[in-house]
């Protein structure tokens, strides 16, 4: 099958959810608790991919979930087990339940049908949340992955899809970390191993053609 029929089908709406990793004000929003992450996110056209891809999908009629890292104000239930931790406890910003730090950051817009996945511990959006249930009954197959950071939480998110049998897709240009120089190397050298590794505009153009298909159908 030529590479664009094979992506195609991989991002069959039907079979397809796109997962959002921590695109929360309080990560990647102007007000961040982690500033150099929020501004690569923004300068490298990540975020606005993001926003384009959900767009997309809405349109498509793919699922999106937006997977959500959040903490209690007194801590319960959080992990203490690593640096990232416990440096994250002493952020001027915190990711605390029902503040704003915990919503979507613009320029994403959240649907109605959109589902929000929060998580209290753990660096997995994926593993240990309620996203592989959610995903089995909404009938997911392949599962593209966005968001931040390409340092910790999207490497995981490939790594547990594809340990749970999903086919991870990553649009290269719509993931972010730091440093600049790093999100590709880590693309080249661990992702593109184990995930199809894409653009944005290819994903874009799958859903247009199967919405133009669908419509003259």
Not at 103 to 130: N, Q
Not at 137 to 159: E, H
Request: net charge negative; aromatic share 2%; glycine share 8%.
């Amino acid at each position: 099958m030529p590479p664009r029929e094979k992506l195609a089908e991989q991002l069959d709406p039907a079979t397809t959810v796109l997962l959002t990793v921590e695109c929360q004000q309080g990560v990647v929003g102007p007000d961040s608790a982690l500033p150099e992450l929020a501004e690569e996110a923004l300068t490298s056209g990540a975020l606005h991919n993001i926003a384009r891809l959900v767009a997309a999908a809405h349109e498509a009629g793919v699922q999106v979930l937006h997977a959500v890292a959040e903490r209690r104000p007194d801590g319960r239930g959080a992990n203490s087990n690593a640096r990232l931790f416990r440096a994250a406890g002493r952020l001027p910003v915190q990711q605390h339940s029902g503040t704003t730090a915990v919503g979507i950051a613009a320029p994403i817009e959240v649907a109605d049908e959109d589902i929000v996945v929060r998580r209290l511990h753990g660096l997995s959006p994926v593993a240990g949340t309620d996203v592989d249930a959610l995903l089995r009954n909404l009938g997911c197959r392949n599962l593209v992955v966005v968001g931040v950071s390409a340092n910790v939480a999207i490497p995981n998110a490939v790594f547990d899809a594809v340990n749970l049998g999903y086919t991870a897709l990553v649009p290269s240009d719509a993931i972010a970390g730091v440093p600049s120089d790093y999100t590709p190397a880590m693309i080249r050298n661990t992702l593109a191993l184990v995930a199809t590794v894409t653009t944005t505009r290819e994903v874009l153009g799958c859903w247009q053609s199967h919405r133009r298909a669908t419509t003259r159908a």
